[in-house]
């Protein structure tokens, strides 16, 4: 695709509820990579892929927080039994493979939970 | 200590002015930098990377590394109204670990 696609916008879970992002990465890129950014504050980092491959999930804040890329393309970010804190807009973003590569990023997933 | 440190700001100039925004890292490995923009409610997008010591002029935008101090600033000349933004900086790292700042808000004000 032009750009890094991602879904749903916009979502309001009820906590508890588990909840499913989707990210699809721009054609040809082999990393991609999830952040999570709290309102007036950075994209923290929580997991990257290259291909299939999730080489480093150090940033993921706890085991309710699972992502996969299982044919190395489209990324799914599961939240299980959201919690308030889990509020935040969720940025999906891909790069070519290797270091140095710019990653661009998709519009975000912009998580509420009441 | 994070990885990319940024000042928050508020950071005000008026139409016209130099901008100038500042970022260290901590990790001496650090490879590639960038800036990103970013508008309220909107992603960030990519304005200049810089990967080697000195200045990288594009446009109105130029980057300055170095690498001796963790050091790495943007300029903004001849400001407009519309580049009133958050700019973050960021940091890769070998292993294509990226880190963003929390970064500074700027207003230029007509």
């Known amino acids: 695709g032009a750009g890094v696609s991602q879904s749903p916008r916009y979502k309001v879970a009820k906590r508890g509820q588990d909840v499913a992002l989707r990210c699809d990465p721009i054609s040809g890129h082999v990393s991609l990579f999830w952040y999570q950014q709290a309102l007036g504050q950075g994209p923290e980092f929580l997991t990257y892929?290259?291909?299939?491959?999730?080489?480093?999930k150090s940033g993921l804040p706890s085991d309710r927080f699972f992502a996969e890329r299982p044919e190395g393309s489209v990324s799914t970010l599961k939240i299980q039994r959201t919690q308030q804190e889990d509020s935040a807009v969720y940025l999906c973003?891909?790069?070519?493979?290797?270091?140095?590569?710019?990653?661009?990023f998709g519009e975000g997933s912009w998580l509420t939970v009441v | 200590q994070k990885e990319v440190e940024q000042n928050s700001g508020p950071l005000s100039v008026p139409e016209g002015a130099i901008a100038s925004l500042n970022c260290t890292y901590s990790d001496r490995v650090s490879q590639s930098f960038f800036w990103y923009r970013q508008y309220s409610g909107k992603s960030p997008e990519l304005i200049m990377s810089?990967?080697?010591?000195g200045d990288k002029e594009d446009g109105r935008f130029t980057a300055q590394l170095n690498k001796a101090s963790q050091y790495v600033s943007l300029l903004i000349r001849d400001s407009q109204p519309s580049d009133s933004a958050t700019y973050l900086c960021?940091?890769?790292?070998?292993?294509?670990?990226?880190?963003f700042g929390t970064g500074t808000s700027l207003t230029v004000i007509p």
């Open positions: 960021a940091v890769n790292l070998p292993g294509n670990q990226f880190y």
């Open positions: 892929f290259q291909n299939e491959a999730q080489l480093d």
């Open positions: 973003a891909s790069s070519l493979q290797g270091s140095g590569n710019t990653i661009y």
């Open positions: 810089i990967y080697s010591n």
